[in-house]
């Protein structure tokens, strides 16, 4: 089942290996610490529940609702990038800190809060409200609070799944980035990008464009009658060469690479375009969310964000100078790059090249939010 290698992204935030020595009086209280290895776990509170047999009943729970509500998403992607950032919020409200030691009389309070918020989140995401209650998106916000939109929604979302479910793997790939760039596109003609933290009065102009969305695609998904090469796989060019054909670009570089098993495309902007006849440049930036570990150096930096990176600076870096580097990058990590992409004048409109985002203009990696 293809969705089991998603699934598996959503808990590398649970458990993220890692080559630290635990201190070992806090080791004796783990009865499972030598079996499962709790040596390996960097994070103290991953530890914890690496070692001790009811945290490792309570994640098991936690993972088995992961993989339903990813089941029950189109774009599952952005709930990895979300549940990373709760592990994170879930150790600081437990008193954990980096990677320090926790201490031994505060062994037995750290495993019931870690214990008791572990059972809340469980419990939470299997609610299917949980995923309009955690949008963090101006679109999102909006469809959330309106009934008709999250229902309209919802329906679409389902129609979405039941036809990528007929596909091969390969063409489920881009069918994903298909979907992942419909909702982009919409945010982009909507006028939301940017506002995410604009009150939601501010925006209910934009409440009517999202009807018509979800509306157009849905009633385009129940023409095809369950055929999903009718919906998906149909436009291999661009109509114009901007900011849409920039995302049409580097999403089917993305799926064609792979790389929605450990990117996310965030958002796209066309910076300055050359057009002529048959010929097109256009300069976009391509903001990414990294949702899974990969070496800064490697074929998912070159294919996937167009370049090597330097662990210090946050900058694009030239390979011969990171080939022996072993940083990675964290969960949650945004990369933001420039790049110039070419475009020719075909009979169905313009195409660009497919094979991957090398070489880039510029770029910066950030930390997550």
């Not at 290996?17 to 610490?33: E, K, M, N, T, W």
């Not at 999202?210 to 695609?217: G, I, P, S, V, Y």
């Not at 995302?247 to 089917?252: E, G, K």
Request: charged residues 25%; glycine residues 6%; aromatic residues 6%.
């Amino acid at each position: 089942m293809r969705f089991i290698v998603l699934s598996g992204l959503a808990l590398l935030a649970l458990a993220a290996p890692a080559f630290a020595q635990s201190d070992r009086s806090i080791a004796d209280r783990l009865p499972l610490f030598a079996k499962n290895n709790c040596q390996q776990i960097r994070d103290p509170g991953n530890q914890l529940f690496c070692g001790d047999p009811t945290l490792a009943a309570a994640a098991e729970k936690l993972s088995a609702a992961i993989e339903g509500r990813l089941a029950r998403l189109p774009d599952r992607l952005p709930a990895i990038e979300e549940n990373a950032m709760w592990v994170r919020q879930r150790n600081l409200s437990c008193g954990i800190v980096g990677q320090t030691a926790i201490r031994t009389d505060e062994f037995d309070r750290v495993k019931a809060c870690l214990l008791k918020v572990t059972e809340e989140r469980a419990a939470i995401v299997r609610d299917p409200d949980f995923d309009c209650l955690a949008a963090n998106s101006a679109a999102g916000a909006l469809i959330c609070a309106d009934p008709s939109l999250a229902l309209a929604e919802t329906e679409l979302n389902g129609q979405v799944l039941g036809l990528i479910g007929k596909l091969d793997p390969t063409a489920a790939r881009f069918a994903f980035a298909e979907y992942g760039r419909w909702t982009r596109e919409r945010d982009r003609k909507c006028s939301l990008i940017g506002k995410e933290n604009v009150p939601l009065q501010e925006l209910e102009t934009a409440e009517d464009c999202l009807a018509e969305h979800l509306k157009r695609k849905t009633d385009e998904i129940r023409a095809a009658k369950g055929d999903p090469k009718k919906v998906f796989g149909r436009q291999v060019a661009a109509r114009i060469p901007d900011t849409d054909a920039v995302d049409f670009c580097a999403a089917r570089i993305h799926a064609a690479n792979s790389c929605g098993n450990f990117l996310r495309i965030n958002r796209v902007y066309a910076l300055d375009s050359q057009v002529t006849e048959q010929e097109a440049q256009v300069t976009g930036e391509i903001e990414m969310v990294v949702l899974a570990p990969f070496n800064m150096c490697s074929k998912v930096a070159s294919s996937c964000t167009g370049t090597c990176w330097d662990a210090r600076t946050g900058r694009p870096q030239s390979a011969a100078n990171q080939a022996r580097s072993a940083e990675a990058f964290n969960v949650t990590r945004r990369l933001r790059i420039q790049r110039t992409f070419a475009f020719v004048k075909a009979a169905d409109g313009w195409r660009c090249r497919e094979d991957e985002l090398a070489p880039v203009n510029s770029g910066t990696a950030s930390g997550g939010s």
